[in-house]
């Protein structure tokens, strides 16, 4: 088949049950880091392996708590009904780190891994400081074999490092194999994309100690992922291909947000020019959906992560190549404010903006990157007054979002300019602007009544559909005046 990509050696393609190889049985996992990867990665080991004992740790005391209470730290669909059916039977949360290390037979590292605020590398590498300090802590407390698996997505190479500390700080005759099993889940899909996983990887070395230790992980997943998607390669390949799948992704995004823009100035529809591409199978219809620019912890990160590793590597064409993805996603916001700007008569001052959804993407609740962030932050600038809403993101992370340092620099100044509403209704009262910044299906027209929210704004009312949810005739017969992305008004002067 042309086009086709056929696996480079044969480890590959070889199905992981018929490497031939004695390996471990896996009964008890620890799993560093309870956060949006550890906690729902491990429920759902659990949950499909009722054998293994799965006990996941944080430092932080309150996340802990949370994972142990009614309130999860973290909304995400079907994450509470797989928690409740596992807890305190095979699935246990705790801070006691030394213990559940001490009796594990593999270990997941699936700490934070942010991008560097200052030294070396600051704005692009990824700050490795969370992984070596959990490495350091396996290897000081360890007083048996373990396999270690970075969960974390780390630069490629990382392992090096890995295999140091643990060889340097280990007791003796402890023996430490490293895997590389990257996570792909995606947020607000987090257990589907669990419960069934395009593929799962395993990295390792091409020694018998490095494919036993992945064949022991292939076990656990072979518990409810068919074989033929649990695939092993060498531990450099596995650490690269995270990176890679995200930078793809989010090139995905920056490319038909490229367009978007051409679709304004030329009255093309970015959805229907997303439709007619999509339906080229080389091409696919996934990740072309125009939008406010991308969010989320990891694609910034990870692009930038790559950025830094082809400029370590003397290769700067290459690091250009992947910035403009990022820079395309920070025009969009530009481009994005320039046109309620200049849609509201260029001028936002004391104008009242109701903004729709805080969080990156919706069904979930995190905001890290945000595009509501960066677009907030301009319309402040502006002078405007924000009326802000989302069904899911607590108060206190909107003011922690808003607050912080590169956002403002007068943390008073934000609560005289942002109210936080308890709904779309109360956002709008008296507003300007409806601006939808996340997708969440409430916002839809077919769940909120525009006309209520029309009848209680000012005159002309516009909406801002930054994420194409809107069926822009139905509300202009409203009377509303709408503006979506890759959507030009060009029409109106046609006729
Ligand atoms: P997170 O910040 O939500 O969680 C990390 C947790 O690790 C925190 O609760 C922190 O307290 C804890 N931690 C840090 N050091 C620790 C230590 N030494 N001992 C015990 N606990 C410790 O981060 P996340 O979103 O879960 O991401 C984790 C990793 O997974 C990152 O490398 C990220 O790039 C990657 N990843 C994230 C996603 C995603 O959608 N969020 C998807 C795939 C991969
Ligand atoms: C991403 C990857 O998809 C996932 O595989 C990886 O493990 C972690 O990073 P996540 O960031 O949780 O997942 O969500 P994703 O669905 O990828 O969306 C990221 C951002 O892109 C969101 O802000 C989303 O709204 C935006 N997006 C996504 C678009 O603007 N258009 C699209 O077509 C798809």
């Not at 373990?146 to 060889?167: F, G, N």
């Not at 009848?455 to 559909?465: G, H, R, T």
Request: glycine residues 6%.
């Amino acid at each position: 088949m042309s086009g086709a990509i056929t696996p480079a050696n044969e480890r590959l393609s070889r199905p992981l049950d018929s490497i031939d190889i004695p390996h471990k049985k896996i009964s008890k996992i620890c799993c560093i880091g309870a956060g949006y990867v550890g906690g729902p990665t491990c429920a759902v080991i659990a949950y499909r392996s009722p054998d293994v004992t799965v006990t996941i740790v944080d430092l932080n005391q309150a996340r802990i708590d949370a994972w142990n209470s009614d309130n999860l730290p973290i909304y995400e669909p079907g994450l509470e009904e797989v928690v409740k059916a596992v807890r305190g039977k095979n699935l246990f949360f705790t801070t006691d780190v030394d213990t559940s290390i001490r009796e594990a037979d593999l270990v997941f590292v699936s700490v934070n891994t942010p991008t560097k605020k200052s030294g070396v590398g600051a704005g692009y590498a990824a700050d490795l400081g969370w992984v070596e300090s959990a490495t350091r802590h396996i290897a000081k407390v360890s007083t048996s074999d373990k396999i270690v698996v970075e969960k974390s997505t780390v630069p490629c190479r990382t392992a090096v490092s890995m295999r140091k500390i643990l060889d340097s700080n280990g007791k003796p005759g402890c023996k430490f194999d490293i895997l590389s099993n990257p996570e792909f889940l995606a947020e607000g899909t987090a257990i589907k994309d669990l419960l069934a996983p395009d593929r799962v990887l395993i990295g390792s070395l091409d020694t018998p100690a490095g494919r036993s230790a992945a064949a022991s992980l292939a076990d656990v997943y072979a518990n409810w992922v068919p074989r033929e998607r649990v695939i092993t390669m060498n531990l450099w390949s596995s650490e690269l291909s995270k990176l890679a799948a995200n930078a793809l992704l989010a090139q995905r995004i920056s490319s038909i947000n490229a367009l978007s823009a051409i679709c304004e100035a030329t009255g093309a529809d970015v959805d229907e020019v997303s439709y007619a591409v999509g339906l080229d199978s080389r091409i696919g219809p996934k990740f072309l959906k125009a939008s406010v620019g991308f969010g989320g912890s990891c694609f910034q990160k990870d692009i930038l992560n790559l950025v830094y590793l082809s400029e370590s590597l003397h290769l700067p064409d290459v690091a250009e190549y992947w910035r403009q993805v990022v820079e395309m996603n920070e025009s969009q916001k530009r481009r994005f404010t320039q046109r309620v700007i200049s849609s509201l008569f260029n001028t936002l001052t004391g104008k009242r903006l109701a903004v729709l959804g805080f969080a990156f993407k919706k069904d979930t609740g995190d905001t890290r990157e945000s595009a509501a962030i960066t677009l907030i932050k301009y319309f402040r600038q502006e002078q405007a007054k924000i009326a802000l809403y989302d069904p899911k993101v607590e108060a206190s992370q909107i003011w922690y979002d808003l607050a912080e340092p590169g956002v403002v620099d007068d943390a008073t100044a934000v609560k005289k300019q942002v109210t936080l509403c308890e709904s779309a209704y109360e956002a709008a009262k008296g507003a300007d602007a409806i601006i939808i910044c996340t997708e969440w299906d409430e916002f839809k027209d077919t769940h909120l009544d525009y006309q209520k929210l029309y009848d209680v704004m000012n005159k002309p009312a516009f909406v801002f559909d930054g994420r194409l949810i809107l069926n822009q005739k139905k509300l202009e017969k409203i009377g509303f005046k709408v503006e979506c992305i890759g959507r030009s008004r060009l029409e109106e002067t046609f006729e």
